[in-house]
């Protein structure tokens, strides 16, 4: 009864054309029971920014907004946008193998390009066990620290044959599958030494109902691919009083260092966030002792601009603001 409610609203929004002419992708992803769009086979308009440019072929395009993604295949669509397009698009929603796909696309307008999509960092658990929250968004996941072949054994080389292969990332204890296509750059390169973080799209590939298992992150390029920022302690140090220091450099290119003090115990957040407050990562979010910290920030997938960085340590909070440049 709810599923046929929600479609029933769905439809009226869909079919209302002259109040509303395109609707969210939220919307055409809500799902039955088996993870069955309940607005499959009706043909929709929604918008959103393209995160791929033909990494994964002639056809596949990935595009989101900040709480939903959604893929279109069609080689129209795929020949005429690029990375960083703001678009409305018109198309049949279809499903291949649990994955939510526009196709056909009938209709595509682009509004503006150059927009910059900061990936949602995630946990292995996340992609393994809720991956459709994040289906057809783009992801980040921090701190790989081995790859594994499918049966287990450790990987050096990303060895791919036919269209692509698929791999097990490891970070700590945790897993989930990465597959590298075989049209993108990163096929047969080494693999990044470790710990490495890695931003790719999240896709799903499972042949029968219900569609809630298959998520498999997909890596665009090798500029996906960069080094682990850790945390340092300075040891023999207490400090006084809270305090956020000015990163170093600044302006800075892609790399600069953030140091803190902390003079009791306390659980801290370090997080950076875009010009119009969007976050886009966490450095720190764990209980540390008394000490001088320092943590590197890589701002390598970010575009040139303004970024804040805040500190939360127990009552104590505080923001700075530095410029990448490139």
Not at 149 to 155: F, H, L, P, R
Not at 198 to 217: D, E, H, M, R
Not at 224 to 249: C, E
Not at 300 to 314: C, E, N, Q, R, W
């Amino acid at each position: 009864m709810k599923n046929f409610f929600c479609l029933s609203v769905l439809l009226l929004i869909v079919s209302s054309s002259s109040f509303a002419q395109w609707i969210p992708i939220d919307s055409i992803r809500v799902q039955d029971s088996d993870g069955v769009p309940l607005l499959l086979n009706q043909s929709v308009t929604t918008r959103g920014v393209v995160t791929t440019h033909r990494e994964f072929g002639g056809s596949l395009v990935y595009f989101q907004v900040s709480s939903a993604g959604l893929v279109g295949f069609d080689t129209a669509f795929c020949n005429r946008v690029k990375r960083g397009d703001s678009i409305e698009v018109t198309g049949v929603v279809t499903q291949f193998s649990g994955l939510t796909e526009l196709n056909p696309v009938t209709a595509i307008t682009i509004f503006d390009t150059g927009n910059v999509v900061i990936p949602k960092v995630v946990t292995c658990t996340d992609i393994r066990v809720d991956g459709e929250e994040y289906e057809g968004m783009l992801i980040k996941i921090r701190n790989v620290t081995a790859v594994h072949s499918t049966s287990g054994e450790n990987v050096t080389q990303w060895t791919v044959s036919g269209a692509g292969v698929n791999y097990r990332l490891l970070s700590g204890n945790d897993s989930c599958d990465i597959r590298i296509y075989s049209t993108t750059n990163i096929a047969n390169t080494p693999v990044p030494a470790f710990p490495f973080d890695v931003v790719a799209v999240n896709s799903q590939f499972k042949f029968s109902a219900p569609f809630n298992t298959g998520y498999q992150i997909l890596p665009r390029d090798l500029d996906d691919f960069s080094i682990t920022t850790g945390i340092n302690s300075v040891s023999g140090i207490n400090p006084d009083n809270f305090t956020l220091h000015q990163n170093y450099p600044n302006p800075f290119n892609p790399n600069t260092v953030i140091k803190y003090d902390v003079p009791s115990s306390s659980n801290v957040s370090l997080k950076v966030y875009g010009i119009l407050g969007n976050e886009v990562e966490t450095l720190v979010n764990e209980m540390q002792t008394p000490g001088a910290y320092s943590v590197e920030f890589n701002g390598s997938t970010l575009s040139s601009g303004v970024y804040f960085y805040k500190i939360t340590a127990g009552n104590f909070t505080d923001m700075k603001r530095m410029v990448l440049v490139k």
